[in-house]
């Protein structure tokens, strides 16, 4: 890490140490604005330089392991690349099935994941194009989705490793576009989109600043954004997470003016934001 002279300016010392974590091992994965905005924030608020790094490296660690998948990355690439030599359907189903389980927030979804798909659409109606922000290992589930032809799926997330892994596969069962490595609290996407899922991002958004979750749903240009919450911890027990920050959420929506519907699901509570009627 590069020494910090006394005459650099705070954006200098944020930039240097960008440039020094991003070909870090552990925490050059993360996009580089996710990097920017944390250590921009720490140095912000900490007398010293030393103090905000170190700060900031604890909040980049609890952004990192919020998301451990069971079996790393890497393996489930190797599972991934297997199955790209026998591109059939069914490989593919089955692969995709496999990483879907390799994460809790994927595979609670699975045993109603084509029926969660269809009952969001049924009150939206089909998409044209889809974002899905802060995707995870969600991609592998886009052939149970039930996009309309010609729908276009775009996925964001800011963990390279996720994007890769889905970019493998998107290309090899000829989806088109692939996944983006991008922060979508610093970096919302630009152009409209029908639908932007919002799934189970809502708390670890506000875990990172309070308020980032409504600057995203705001910020997003989506005529409508879904925004779930799980009900059970990674330990299959009840979680209040809705019930202590959908209440939030609702208030945010209603001041908008926005009108919202709820849908329910076995572990999962998806809140439908109708934002046609505001200026997006
Ligand atoms: C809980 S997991 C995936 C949840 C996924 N939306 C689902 O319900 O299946 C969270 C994912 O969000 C990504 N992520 C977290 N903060 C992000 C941000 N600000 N921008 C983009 N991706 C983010 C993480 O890298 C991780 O892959």
């Not at 960008?18 to 091992?25: D, I």
């Not at 600057?215 to 009900?231: E, M, N």
Request: hydrophobic share 45%; aromatic share 10%; proline share 6%.
């Amino acid at each position: 890490m590069p020494g910090v002279q006394a005459s650099e300016s705070q954006a200098e010392i944020v930039a240097g140490w960008v440039r020094a974590l991003s070909v870090h091992r552990k925490y050059g994965v993360l996009a580089d604005t996710t990097l920017a905005d944390i250590l921009g924030r720490e140095l912000a608020l900490h007398r010293s330089a030393s103090g905000a790094l170190k700060a900031a490296k604890r909040r980049l660690h609890r952004v990192l392991s919020d998301y451990l998948v069971d079996g790393a990355p890497a393996r489930l690439q190797a599972l991934l690349d297997a199955a790209v030599v026998d591109p059939s359907a069914d490989a593919y189903r089955s692969v995709c099935a496999t990483i879907l389980d390799s994460h809790a927030s994927t595979r609670e979804r699975q045993p109603f994941v084509a029926e969660f798909y269809q009952r969001l659409f049924a009150v939206t109606g089909a998409p044209h194009v889809v974002y899905d922000l802060a995707a995870g290992l969600n991609p592998f589930a886009r052939l149970w989705m039930g996009l309309p032809d010609g729908c276009r799926y775009f996925a964001f997330d800011n963990n390279k490793d996720f994007v890769t892994l889905a970019s493998t596969y998107f290309v090899a069962a000829g989806f088109d576009p692939s996944p983006v490595w991008q922060d979508i609290l610093t970096t919302p996407p630009l152009t409209p989109a029908g639908v932007a899922f919002l799934f189970k991002m809502y708390h670890c958004l506000e875990t990172r600043r309070s308020g980032a979750a409504h600057d995203v749903i705001r910020r997003t240009p989506a005529a409508w954004l879904a925004v779930s919450f799980p009900t059970r911890n990674l330990h299959g027990r009840p979680a209040p997470i809705y019930a202590h920050k959908g209440a939030r959420l609702e208030a945010f929506v209603a001041q908008q003016g926005w009108p919202s519907t709820t849908l329910e699901f076995p572990n999962e509570v998806v809140v439908l934001i109708d934002k046609r009627g505001a200026a997006r």
